[in-house]
């Protein structure tokens, strides 16, 4: 499944305001319903719903290096979670690294993730004939 970033500040302050939190060891996930997903989903070029998806990690974090490095983990760890089981679309998902996330491995934020996915209901229900 084809993510897109989330660029406009407008939108990750109101995924921050307006939508579901879990706050995880390492991260904190909100997610908010995407009201612009039907217009990306005519744009699209297979007619798909597609998730936005943004970082936020603050120099709470770390210097450049350990800011770069919590985005590859959660990148990673987000990448495996969407392989795995499969996830709504049509959402704003901003993901922010919290300072714990220094020194943790892509496993740990995979969990994380895990876990905060189940709580805010984003695991498609699977259908069974």
Do not use: C, W
């Not at 959402?91 to 300072?99: G, N």
């Amino acid at each position: 499944m084809k993510e897109t970033a989330i660029k406009e500040n407008h939108l990750y302050l109101k995924a921050f305001r307006q939508g579901g939190r879990f706050v995880g060891r390492t991260v904190a996930v909100y997610v908010l319903k995407d009201y612009a997903a039907k217009r990306l989903m005519l744009a699209h070029p297979e007619k798909k719903y597609v998730n936005r998806v943004g970082l936020s990690v603050t120099k709470k974090v770390g210097g450049a290096v350990g800011r770069n490095r919590a985005k590859r983990i959660i990148r990673a760890a987000y990448r495996e979670l969407i392989g795995k089981k499969p996830i709504k679309t049509g959402f704003l998902i901003v993901i922010s690294a919290k300072p714990e996330i220094a020194g943790k491995s892509s496993r740990d934020v995979y969990a994380d993730l895990a876990r905060a996915m189940q709580k805010l209901e984003m695991y498609r229900k699977t259908e069974t004939p």
